[in-house]
């Protein structure tokens, strides 16, 4: 089983409502659990920079299957994944925004936000999930 | 003026209903008039070539300010402009599915569709224009 | 609105006025809002690496609406935005002369040298963008 | 020799007036005898895909030291050098608007163009070229 479309169009409808209310414009992308894109929407005025973040966030997650801010604690200089950042052909997002979407226990796709601060685009992409799990 | 999020996600709504009605899962995405995404959807059991195919279409309708499928009948083998879709890193893409999306006559943004025939593609991408239009 | 041709040649000519005084050739560039090339000029002798990074500094500065400087002030290790300066193809710059071009608040493009030290790059780019606000 | 900075821009001043009088906006570049840029300006309303192509045309004809129109003519279908224009990481163009600049027969640069026909591109090409052999 992997995401759907509508299921990531819920999550990013989700993400959204909570980036409104943040106040801050936001990208959100939603991949499966081949780390493909599913679906992707830039707010207006959201960060060019972030159309990449958000969906590699996303990749990120799926691709390491932890949250993107728990591979960044790992992978600062002098920790055990130092490096990593430049791996994957660029896709390694180390910053927090990705998130693994999980049934069972089992990874199934990703969600990521960019736009805001790292704890703003965690708690959009906590909301996008948040959709999901309900 | 450029698209906005709200306009792309109605373009892409349409361009949707027009894929199930056809019956093929497609992928389709809206670029503002610099290029850059603003939203893109993947339909369940679409082809993964489509996501690149999708956007890269949008892309090559603003970048060239014609549709993808005029872009291609002159740069077929023997036509002034072959050897175009090997450009710009690999983002032109020379077969139907992309078109601008023009305001009184200025390019503000590009929508491309990729995952049937080319001719579903750009029936598709006619739908979704056309709820910008009315 | 975004950056035309003709002011982005006043911002390159202002800049290239502070680089002859420094004594040090650059390479200037503008981009639009868009994050697309305007302009562009490597004076005579200007380091190769400079065109690389003059163009993508400008890019950077409108992809996150700061200067690059403040930029690479919260992506240093341990910052929260270390790692960024590997996203988005390669194209952003951590460090000082890339700065946003705006008008009444809003990012219409962004300038970009590269050649001499980082302070002797911000203080063209500064110059450049100081032909834009007078 | 190569190229100097204010050679550059005083060819691109040519190109653009022959732009102007033709009615196209077009894109032009400069690159040195080592195929790297020394000048590019983008004339307002110009196709994003001439960003590329532009530089791409300068850098073709530096580096196969021929316009980018005859080599076009040897690397169509069947022609000995079909297959060329996806070479040099895809810098290569094969169609009209690239010229070598040369002195006392050597090579020391190139001019590109794009934004009209094959033939609006050339003739802005050659107008740039003009200026320099003047």
Do not use: W
């Not at 409104?20 to 060019?48: K, S």
């Not at 960044?72 to 927090?96: C, E, W």
């Not at 990874?107 to 704890?119: D, H, L, N, P």
């Amino acid at each position: 089983m992997s995401v759907t479309a509508k299921l990531a169009q819920q999550m990013i409808a989700a993400a959204e409502r909570k980036a409104d209310e943040i106040g801050v414009p936001m990208v959100i992308a939603v991949v499966d659990q081949g780390g493909n894109l599913v679906a992707q929407l830039r707010q207006d005025d959201a960060l060019l920079v972030s159309i990449d973040l958000a969906l590699n966030k996303a990749y990120t997650a799926v691709a390491v299957k932890i949250p993107t801010e728990t591979l960044g604690s790992v992978s600062q200089p002098g920790k055990p994944l130092y490096g990593i950042h430049t791996a994957d052909n660029g896709r390694i997002v180390i910053f927090g925004g990705g998130l693994p979407i999980k049934k069972n226990g089992t990874v199934i796709g990703g969600i990521g936000v960019s736009g805001g601060s790292v704890e703003q685009d965690i708690a959009c992409a906590e909301a996008g999930l948040a959709a999901y799990k309900q």
